[in-house]
């Protein structure tokens, strides 16, 4: 098939557009999507200036989601002076793995000239998921432990870093699979503690939202929410950026792979499926932040007794989860 803009050989036929785009037409339009979601969600400061630029922490892991975003912020605002821009990479400890997309990140990084820092499980926490998976004393999914250890050190170090938002690479499919797993589980207060610019636009009071419960509550961002995955792939592909693509071995997220293939089918035999669900979700998490804003806010967050981050519990759920490991 021809692309519909200019005639060259389409490499992507986007069911839910109706689109056939070439390898060119393809790079513009996620380009486009991501600086548009960029403005939507509002996420550029009014009033910094040269010397007093905003940071922006964008989470580097080194696979093709958070190369494609790390790739085009750097493109497009590498030199705004109204922000400046720094890549943080996780090592979480997993032999054989991690070390290889963290050499794609250096790679990358180097290339743009975009700063560069590395946090591991290792040296925060005295574990690697290699030894957290053999122990495993809840009996859970490697996956579970391991996403409490980075959201912790993702947001520690973002603050650190002086971060004013913290960007990550989650796609339109991520999202959805996201949005449909919390909605089936019923929780509505989760989902309305999970409103920021990562599910709609900042805007004053819902910036500050965020950093009521403390400085560590960086405000999060996900520019890259509009564009499916397979978009992304074919970018990161086309650019030939650097990205690590194999898949973690401990990677089983039973439940959410079911989720994945129930929006596989349902996009197949029903084009932006994806995209109706998260306009739905977003519209609900705006209400149901302003609901139990208007009700209790983030007012029932205390201080962990061991680590003093904000939670709900005694002791947070990285601290407890630590605890049974040591
Ligand atoms: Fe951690 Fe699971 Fe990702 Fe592997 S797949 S790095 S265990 S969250």
Not at 285 to 307: K, N, P, R
Request: charged share 30%; glycine share 8%.
């Amino acid at each position: 098939m021809d692309c519909d803009k200019c005639g060259a050989d389409a490499v992507l036929h986007a069911a839910y557009s109706g689109l056939h785009l070439c390898e060119d037409h393809l790079c513009q339009s996620v380009e486009k999507r991501v600086r548009r979601r960029v403005r939507e969600d509002n996420l550029l400061p009014d009033d910094a200036t040269a010397g007093d630029p905003e940071t922006w922490v964008v989470g580097l892991s080194g696979g093709k989601d958070s190369v494609v975003l790390t790739q085009i912020l750097a493109e497009t605002f590498g030199r705004d002076p109204r922000v400046e821009l720094v890549a943080l990479s996780v090592h979480e400890g997993i032999d054989g793995y991690r070390d290889e997309s963290l050499a794609a990140c250096r790679e990358l990084t180097a290339d743009l000239g975009v700063a560069h820092e590395v946090v591991s499980y290792d040296e925060e926490f005295d574990v690697r998921m290699d030894e957290v998976v053999e122990e495993d004393p809840h009996d859970m999914s490697a996956c579970a432990y391991c996403g409490v250890f980075r959201r912790d050190v993702l947001s520690r170090y973002a603050a650190d870093l002086g971060a004013d938002k913290l960007l990550t690479g989650h796609n339109l499919d991520d999202e959805a699979e996201t949005a449909l797993m919390n909605f089936l589980e019923g929780d509505i207060r989760k989902l309305s503690q999970q409103f920021d610019a990562s599910l709609g636009p900042f805007e004053g009071a819902d910036a500050e939202r965020t950093r009521e419960g403390g400085e560590e509550f960086v405000p999060r961002a996900k520019p890259l929410r509009d564009v499916p995955e397979r978009e992304v792939a074919l970018y990161a592909r086309v650019r030939d950026l650097p990205a690590h693509i194999t898949e973690c071995p401990h990677a089983e997220e039973a439940y959410r792979g079911e989720i994945q293939q129930l929006l596989y089918d349902l996009e197949e035999r029903h084009p932006g499926t994806r995209h109706s669900i998260m306009a739905g979700y977003e519209e609900l998490a705006a209400l149901a932040a302003g609901e139990y804003d208007a009700s209790d806010g983030d007012g029932d967050l205390g201080e962990c007794a061991e680590c003093g981050s904000p939670t709900a519990r005694e002791v947070c759920r990285k601290c407890g989860l630590l605890d049974a490991l040591t």
